[in-house]
């Protein structure tokens, strides 16, 4: 089965917790903090793997979740950094964010990695906070929760050449003869359901992928017919190779054919029509082919490519394949609109700071205050409630980001509600 969409959540792993600890060897009176820090949790990280042609493996498994770092331990002893986990793609993956629609990646070389989501870091343990006027603090982090994200991988075959044109004109027989590739050929549309690559090798020793995609209908841009899932592929192709039923055996005229294709390819996306296009005139060895191939030629410009083949027979099949690898040695990679994105962004991409002030309050239908945003959150979660100065140092916090006079300026009062995630707090002057 073949799989080139699936969304997935991916969540990094959590910093260990910092210690309270401290000396207590002989003859060493008030030995002071000796509490390590938490290691770092593990990151999410996608690697490409060549062997791999679908996504079929992540219909089954959907979420992964990265190891937390091990927890900080006495005598100043940190904790360790968790193992990364490694999620294998195949080549000519794109992640991107599910909320956002931002590219995160795109993968397309055997060995290449990307970091989708890190791991928290660690907790401090008790000995990073000891100052001279508080020499035996008992205070300590928790461990920095991973950043989570649901994503959405697309895969996006790597082809040099790419054929397209509408159902029944002969691309899955063009490439069975070309190719050692063995697509389904039966006599009805829509056979081919799934992009075929196969590799193609010329008479002098140049060598090619090839892919037989999906065949495309008036409206494929929108969602119409089969097409529409299968656009994505023709993006990675340096050269189209635009096959057209000359026989004219279905009742379609060839010219209406080839515009219409090409109409779809310029809606889905602009950047297609900058590929360099071969017309592959199919079926030339049915009655009418000369004849339409003789009025298809004169309503294009003089200088259009234009290749009479007869895949069945395999009639005119070697110049073609020449003029594929000819184009292919002077058309460089078409880099992706996304990929620029990629390269302006991936610096921000973990920063969080959609809010200048870090936080926002909104109330309840019950009248509660309700705190939120990303650092008002995360300094939350990495503070330890079980002890007395770590409350006082969240509190001290809060202050300084400016929340309690904002609570104020909202209208709070002695005994409000102020809830903050799943927590409720008693707002006090």
């Keep these: 089965m073949f799989v080139d969409h699936v969304k997935v959540y991916v969540r990094g792993g959590d910093g260990g917790d910092g210690m309270v600890a401290f000396r207590r060897e002989k003859y060493v009176p008030n030995g002071g903090p000796a509490g390590g820090d938490g290691g770092r949790g593990g990151d999410i990280v996608f690697v490409v793997q060549e062997g791999l042609r679908t996504l079929m493996d992540f219909r089954y498994k959907r979420i992964f979740k990265a190891e937390r770092g091990t927890h900080g331990m006495s005598a100043n002893k940190h904790g360790a950094k968790a193992q990364d986990t490694l999620i294998e793609v195949p080549p000519g993956t794109v992640v991107k964010d599910a909320d956002t629609g931002e590219t995160i990646a795109d993968l397309v070389e055997h060995g290449q990695t990307a970091i989708i989501a890190k791991g928290g870091r660690g907790g401090r343990g008790n000995s990073r906070f000891a100052t001279p006027q508080n020499p035996a603090p008992e205070l300590s982090e928790k461990g920095e929760p991973g950043f989570e994200r649901n994503v959405i991988l697309e895969l996006k075959v790597l082809a040099d050449a790419g054929l397209v044109g509408f159902p029944s004109v002969g691309k899955s027989t063009l490439l069975s003869v070309v190719s050692a590739a063995k697509p389904k050929i039966a006599e009805y549309h829509f056979t081919t359901i799934v992009p075929n690559l196969g590799m193609v090798e010329t008479e002098d020793q140049r060598s090619f992928v090839m892919a037989d995609l999906p065949g495309l209908?008036?409206?494929?841009?929108?969602?119409?017919?089969?097409?529409?899932?299968?656009?994505?592929?023709?993006?990675?192709?340096?050269?189209?190779?635009?096959?057209?039923?000359?026989?004219?055996?279905?009742?379609?005229?060839?010219?209406?054919?080839?515009?219409?294709?090409?109409?779809?390819?310029?809606?889905?996306?602009?950047?297609?029509?900058?590929?360099?296009?071969?017309?592959?005139?199919?079926?030339?060895?049915?009655?009418?082919?000369?004849?339409?191939?003789?009025?298809?030629?004169?309503?294009?410009?003089?200088?259009?490519?234009?290749?009479?083949?007869?895949?069945?027979?395999?009639?005119?099949?070697?110049?073609?394949?020449?003029?594929?690898?000819?184009?292919?040695?002077?058309?460089?990679?078409?880099?992706?609109?996304?990929?620029?994105?990629?390269?302006?962004?991936?610096?921000?991409?973990?920063?969080?700071?959609?809010?200048?002030?870090?936080?926002?309050?909104?109330?309840?239908?019950?009248?509660?205050?309700?705190?939120?945003?990303?650092?008002?959150?995360?300094?939350?979660?990495?503070?330890?409630?079980?002890?007395?100065?770590?409350?006082?140092?969240?509190?001290r916090q809060m202050r300084g980001m400016g929340i309690d006079d904002a609570l104020r300026e909202r209208g709070a009062e002695d005994g409000d509600t102020v809830r903050l995630l799943e927590f409720e707090f008693e707002f006090t002057e």
Excluded: C, W
Aim: glycine letters at 6%.
């Design 217 to 395: 209908i008036e409206g494929a841009h929108e969602g119409v017919g089969l097409g529409h899932q299968f656009l994505r592929h023709i993006e990675r192709t340096r050269v189209i190779v635009h096959v057209i039923d000359m026989s004219g055996m279905e009742g379609r005229d060839p010219y209406e054919d080839y515009v219409t294709i090409n109409e779809e390819l310029k809606q889905y996306n602009m950047r297609l029509t900058e590929r360099p296009q071969l017309i592959v005139a199919n079926k030339m060895d049915m009655p009418d082919a000369e004849e339409n191939l003789e009025a298809f030629r004169k309503k294009l410009p003089e200088d259009a490519k234009i290749f009479p083949i007869s895949a069945l027979s395999r009639q005119g099949l070697n110049n073609l394949l020449f003029a594929i690898a000819d184009l292919l040695e002077v058309t460089p990679e078409f880099p992706m609109v996304d990929e620029e994105v990629d390269e302006s962004e991936s610096t921000v991409l973990y920063k969080h700071e959609s809010e200048s002030d870090g936080f926002s309050i909104t109330r309840d239908p019950d009248g509660a205050y309700v705190i939120s945003g990303y650092a008002i959150e995360r300094l939350f979660k990495m503070t330890d409630f079980s002890r007395e100065d770590s409350i006082r140092r969240f509190a």
